[in-house]
């Protein structure tokens, strides 16, 4: 019987099965960023011990950095404590470290893909949930905690239970006006935010195979809203056409060498699958969070639902959203009044997201009462965006144009809600108080939909102005 | 490095805390994450759910007159416990302010391994189980709950509820060996041997 890429990338990482059953499995790629390193740095220095393979270890700065200036000492002391806190692990343990004066500096799972690292067939793990980005390229990886961040560092390995596999083909067209995004809040919404609890989900359909990697990673991302740790597609010459010639992979013969094992990679034909889903593109809307997590979503053109609606272990999570949102069930999504509207993260904060959202910004002002902000996911997508002029066809449309961050997704720098301000926002997470203000509410939705609804000031249906018609 | 300290049973006073999908960013707000330690982390567990905007109190089981024990602490949960972000800070809140075991319907993957590497045990029930153990917590909370990992049994006032854990994290409990970085260290040539199969970690060269 045939064998997964899972199945593949897991026997080719095993080092030994331990007694507990699970896997020692070799990390190909251990990526860390200023928030949930530093104790991990403590406890190697506490134990003594030392980084086993620091070259397979890459560092970045993006949840606390402020994205308004480059200016150090940050005005947060905590922040700034932070940021002199990795710069001095990395250099003590003899880490790379991509900062603001590298040029490379930007979100850990932008930056990955868009350098190279990100490879088909290798282990990944960052002590970071969206670790799950990096499947895109046929990668295995992992979100970790930070005793694993140190087991990592100290080993270059994890124990690690291998999970089950579960087939979401998705086939068909999207119809215009329907990004990744919505593809994967669609996925999200039908599974369930505990439906991939114990999976890994492999991506795979007509919609997967047209996709660019940078649609791919958008997915991949968000596989973690749905209680898989991992998702991935299958590598193809998209794959391999994106990451000929980036700084961090092999070129001439070698490429060559590269590709060859990365194809051998991929899911056999006739691979078992402990679960498979069948999704039909054409039945995906422009999809639009109204709750308190990923999976309280509706088609843009749809109303809030009622208790009712809910499966039974879903009904009390609905009504405490109705309460926290201040949103009634039967009422329409569409003509909602936002506060702020946000466009970046680790999700939608590539140069892809930027040129779709500008196409939407060109058409007009963001609303006076909106505060809108751009935040490009890396530096190396602010000079492209900036080459194309995307960053002045923003601000002559009233949005902000920040520095790479990770901004108001989590809100852990200066960028945050304010009381009960609603935010329209192309991030993961519309969870209680996440961007920042304990109050604050969020409505999830793709770039382009973020940005008609910065210059609307309420939310709308995307196709309406891309038709023309709105 | 640490010693092995084998987690067979837990033993302290039981806290419902109730809810479907408790996603870490309430049991940790981010802004708690801004500092290079996790020491002080347990006074901020769940804040933004326990007070309003003007710092008064919402009333939640956290700050319960009926759930203030001194000791070690049981929280019993009900489905997706801990979803969303990898945050190590929120076993780690939760550790801090007295939880020492969690006994739920079910719980997020990333919440759960980082319990294991703190010798945390999260122990699963059945539904109806979990819905009887709270009801009987609510009505008379000052008694002992007690967490068997080797027995695979969670007891409260002399009723006995039969559990569940993944039998690799209940190994690792059991031999103390949920503390993986020793573990994994006793194997660095077959990790150096793994390492040298993989044709990216030579960059491809033949």
Same mark, same amino acid.
Request: proline share 5%; with cysteine.
């Given at each position: 019987?045939?064998?997964?890429?899972?199945?593949?990338?897991?026997?080719?990482?095993?080092?030994?099965?331990?007694?507990?059953?699970?896997?020692?499995? /070799?990390?190909?790629?251990? %990526?860390?960023?200023?928030?949930?390193? =530093?104790?991990?740095?403590?406890?190697?220095?506490?134990?003594?011990?030392?980084?086993?393979?620091?070259?397979?270890?890459?560092?970045?700065?993006?949840?606390?950095?402020?994205?308004?200036?480059?200016?150090?000492?940050?005005?947060?002391?905590?922040?700034?404590?932070?940021?002199?806190?990795?710069?001095?692990?990395?250099?003590?343990?003899?880490?790379?470290?991509?900062?603001?004066?590298?040029?490379?500096?930007?979100?850990?799972?932008?930056?990955?893909?868009?350098?190279?690292?990100?490879?088909?067939?290798?282990?990944?793990?960052?002590?970071?949930?969206?670790?799950?980005?990096?499947?895109?390229?046929?990668?295995?990886?992992?979100?970790?905690?930070?005793?694993?961040?140190?087991?990592?560092?100290?080993?270059?390995?994890?124990?690690?239970?291998?999970?089950?596999?579960?087939?979401?083909?998705?086939?068909?067209?999207?119809?215009?006006?329907?990004?990744?995004?919505?593809?994967?809040?669609?996925?999200?919404?039908?599974?369930?935010?505990?439906?991939?609890?114990?999976?890994?989900?492999?991506?795979?359909?007509?919609?997967?195979?047209?996709?660019?990697?940078?649609?791919?990673?958008?997915?991949?991302?968000?596989?973690?809203?749905?209680?898989?740790?991992?998702?991935?597609?299958?590598?193809?010459?998209?794959? /391999?056409?994106?990451?000929?010639?980036?700084?961090?992979?092999?070129?001439?013969?070698?490429?060559?060498?590269?590709?060859?094992?990365?194809?051998?990679?991929?899911?056999?034909?006739?691979?078992?699958?402990?679960?498979?889903?069948? %999704?039909?593109?054409?039945?995906?809307?422009?999809?639009?969070?109204?709750?308190?997590?990923?999976?309280?979503?509706?088609?843009?053109?749809?109303?809030?639902?009622?208790?009712?609606?809910?499966?039974?272990?879903?009904?009390?999570?609905?009504?405490?959203?109705?309460?926290?949102?201040?949103?009634?069930?039967?009422? =329409?999504?569409?003509?909602?009044?936002?506060?702020?509207?946000?466009?970046?993260?680790?999700?939608?904060?590539?140069?892809?997201?930027?040129?779709?959202?500008?196409?939407?910004?060109?058409?007009?002002?963001?609303?006076?009462?909106?505060?809108?902000?751009?935040? =490009?996911?890396?530096?190396?997508?602010?000079?492209?965006?900036?080459?194309?002029? %995307?960053?002045?066809?923003?601000?002559?449309?009233?949005?902000?144009?920040? %520095?790479?961050?990770?901004?108001?997704?989590?809100?852990?720098?200066?960028?945050?809600?304010?009381?009960?301000?609603?935010?329209?926002?192309?991030?993961?997470?519309?969870?209680?108080?996440?961007?920042?203000?304990?109050?604050?509410?969020?409505?999830?939705?793709?770039?382009?939909?973020?940005?008609?609804?910065?210059?609307?000031?309420?939310?709308?249906?995307?196709?309406?102005?891309?038709?023309?018609?709105? | 490095?640490?010693?092995?300290?084998?987690?067979?049973?837990?033993?302290?006073?039981?806290?419902?805390?109730?809810?479907?999908?408790?996603?870490?960013?309430?049991?940790?707000?981010?802004?708690?994450?801004?500092?290079?330690?996790?020491?002080?982390?347990?006074?901020?567990?769940?804040?933004?759910?326990?007070?309003?905007?003007?710092?008064?109190?919402?009333?939640?089981?956290?700050?319960?007159?009926?759930?203030?024990?001194?000791?070690?602490?049981?929280?019993?949960?009900?489905?997706?416990?801990?979803?969303?972000?990898?945050?190590?800070?929120?076993?780690?809140?939760?550790?801090?302010?007295?939880?020492?075991?969690?006994?739920?319907?079910?719980?997020?993957?990333?919440?759960?391994?980082?319990?294991?590497?703190?010798?945390?045990?999260?122990?699963?029930?059945?539904?109806?189980?979990?819905?009887?153990?709270?009801?009987?917590?609510?009505?008379?909370?000052?008694?002992?709950?007690?967490?068997?990992?080797?027995?695979?049994?969670?007891?409260?006032?002399?009723?006995?509820?039969?559990?569940?854990?993944?039998?690799?994290?209940?190994?690792?409990?059991?031999?103390?060996?949920?503390?993986?970085?020793?573990?994994?260290?006793?194997?660095?040539?077959?990790?150096?041997?793994?390492?040298?199969?993989?044709?990216?970690?030579?960059?491809?060269?033949?």
């Amino acid at each position: 019987m045939g064998r997964t890429l899972l199945d593949k990338v897991w026997e080719a990482h095993t080092v030994r099965e331990l007694p507990s059953g699970q896997t020692q499995l /070799f990390i190909g790629l251990h %990526l860390v960023h200023e928030v949930t390193s =530093p104790q991990a740095f403590q406890m190697m220095r506490e134990q003594g011990l030392t980084v086993a393979y620091p070259e397979r270890t890459v560092a970045t700065a993006d949840h606390i950095i402020p994205t308004d200036t480059d200016v150090r000492p940050f005005r947060d002391e905590q922040a700034e404590g932070m940021m002199a806190a990795i710069e001095r692990n990395c250099r003590e343990f003899g880490i790379r470290l991509f900062d603001r004066s590298s040029g490379h500096q930007g979100i850990v799972h932008v930056i990955g893909p868009e350098l190279g690292l990100t490879q088909p067939g290798m282990t990944i793990a960052c002590g970071d949930s969206h670790t799950s980005t990096h499947g895109a390229f046929g990668a295995v990886s992992f979100g970790i905690g930070t005793s694993q961040v140190r087991d990592v560092l100290a080993t270059q390995c994890l124990a690690i239970q291998k999970p089950k596999v579960r087939r979401v083909s998705v086939d068909g067209a999207l119809r215009p006006g329907v990004y990744a995004k919505d593809v994967i809040l669609h996925i999200i919404r039908t599974l369930g935010v505990k439906g991939g609890v114990g999976y890994a989900y492999e991506y795979g359909g007509e919609v997967f195979r047209r996709m660019t990697m940078e649609e791919r990673m958008t997915v991949c991302n968000m596989t973690i809203e749905g209680g898989a740790r991992c998702g991935y597609v299958n590598p193809d010459e998209a794959t /391999f056409a994106y990451l000929r010639g980036r700084e961090c992979v092999p070129s001439g013969s070698a490429f060559d060498d590269a590709v060859v094992w990365w194809k051998s990679m991929a899911a056999d034909a006739d691979a078992l699958y402990d679960d498979t889903v069948r %999704l039909d593109a054409g039945a995906i809307p422009p999809v639009v969070t109204w709750g308190i997590n990923p999976g309280q979503a509706i088609g843009v053109d749809e109303r809030i639902p009622p208790p009712d609606a809910f499966a039974a272990d879903e009904r009390e999570t609905a009504v405490d959203a109705y309460a926290y949102m201040d949103l009634k069930p039967g009422t =329409p999504i569409i003509g909602t009044r936002i506060d702020v509207a946000f466009i970046g993260s680790c999700t939608n904060g590539r140069l892809s997201d930027l040129r779709e959202a500008a196409k939407i910004a060109k058409r007009g002002k963001v609303k006076p009462h909106v505060k809108a902000l751009v935040v =490009p996911g890396s530096q190396a997508v602010a000079k492209a965006a900036e080459a194309e002029g %995307l960053h002045e066809i923003f601000r002559s449309a009233g949005f902000e144009w920040r %520095l790479p961050g990770c901004s108001m997704c989590l809100a852990m720098n200066p960028d945050k809600l304010s009381g009960r301000q609603i935010c329209a926002s192309s991030s993961n997470r519309n969870f209680k108080g996440r961007q920042g203000s304990p109050s604050g509410r969020t409505l999830l939705m793709s770039p382009a939909m973020v940005a008609a609804a910065a210059i609307e000031g309420v939310v709308v249906d995307v196709r309406a102005l891309l038709a023309g018609t709105h | 490095m640490s010693q092995l300290k084998p987690v067979r049973r837990v033993t302290g006073r039981p806290i419902p805390l109730r809810g479907n999908d408790i996603d870490t960013d309430r049991i940790i707000p981010a802004r708690f994450m801004k500092a290079v330690t996790f020491d002080g982390l347990g006074q901020y567990v769940f804040q933004d759910v326990r007070f309003d905007a003007e710092g008064r109190s919402l009333g939640h089981a956290i700050d319960d007159p009926r759930y203030q024990a001194k000791g070690p602490r049981i929280a019993i949960v009900n489905k997706n416990f801990g979803c969303g972000s990898s945050r190590e800070h929120a076993p780690q809140a939760l550790l801090r302010w007295g939880i020492t075991a969690l006994v739920g319907e079910s719980f997020a993957d990333i919440f759960f391994g980082n319990c294991v590497a703190l010798g945390i045990p999260c122990v699963t029930a059945s539904e109806a189980d979990v819905a009887s153990l709270m009801s009987a917590v609510e009505a008379d909370p000052a008694h002992d709950l007690s967490v068997d990992v080797e027995a695979l049994t969670a007891t409260f006032r002399g009723k006995i509820y039969p559990v569940d854990v993944p039998t690799g994290a209940r190994q690792q409990l059991l031999e103390g060996t949920w503390d993986a970085t020793r573990v994994l260290l006793e194997a660095a040539a077959a990790v150096r041997a793994t390492a040298a199969r993989l044709p990216y970690v030579r960059s491809f060269r033949r």
